[in-house]
């Protein structure tokens, strides 16, 4: 598999896991959904509002990038989050609807990716306006590690809360070798 094909397929990944995620705190109510459960962002539903806003953030970034990806103009619309603790609301619906929204853009951005666009390096600020440049391919690949590592919070939270997300392996995603 090429790099920007090991991309793609953590793009499907995510967008499949975020899918399991949200299937499984529908089971919750409300107020468990927002209960402090002490974790990094405090609730299920905080975390989840983590990743919807630092996805928002690197996406708007990536959409800098030189290669003006053309499946990052719907990123480019959305507004900036406030914050990596920015509320895209209260209710699981309305985060699921952003959420499929941003998995739809990164399913449609990533093809668009060629190995040379992996080699650049992408400037951008931080949320306190701190400048860096870094390799846009390692970048990406923090922009997947991350969700998958908080996700991996949010999969800890449901099962104290007695609710199993169901395998979350990227091996399973993986192809078999037939070689």
Do not use: C
């Amino acid at each position: 598999m090429s790099t920007p094909e090991y991309f793609a397929l953590l793009a499907r990944y995510n967008a499949d896991m975020n899918q399991k995620l949200y299937d499984a705190a529908v089971q919750l109510s409300p107020g468990e959904l927002a209960a402090d459960r002490k974790a990094f962002f405090g609730s299920l539903l905080g975390t989840m509002s983590h990743l919807l806003a630092a996805d928002t953030i690197w996406l708007k970034r990536f959409s800098t990038h030189p290669a003006s990806f053309p499946a990052l103009q719907a990123a480019r619309d959305l507004p900036q989050p406030t914050g990596l603790t920015h509320s895209f609301g209260d209710d699981l619906a309305t985060l699921r609807t952003y959420r499929e929204q941003l998995d739809a853009i990164i399913k449609a951005w990533i093809p668009q990716i060629t190995e040379a666009d992996l080699a650049h390096h992408l400037e951008y600020r931080s949320m306190r306006g701190d400048l860096y440049r870094k390799h846009f391919g390692g970048v990406l690949l923090h922009f997947f590690n991350h969700q998958t590592h908080h996700r991996g919070q949010a999969s800890t939270l449901l099962t104290q809360a007695g609710i199993d997300i169901g395998v979350t392996d990227l091996l399973v995603w993986l192809p078999d070798s037939l070689n």
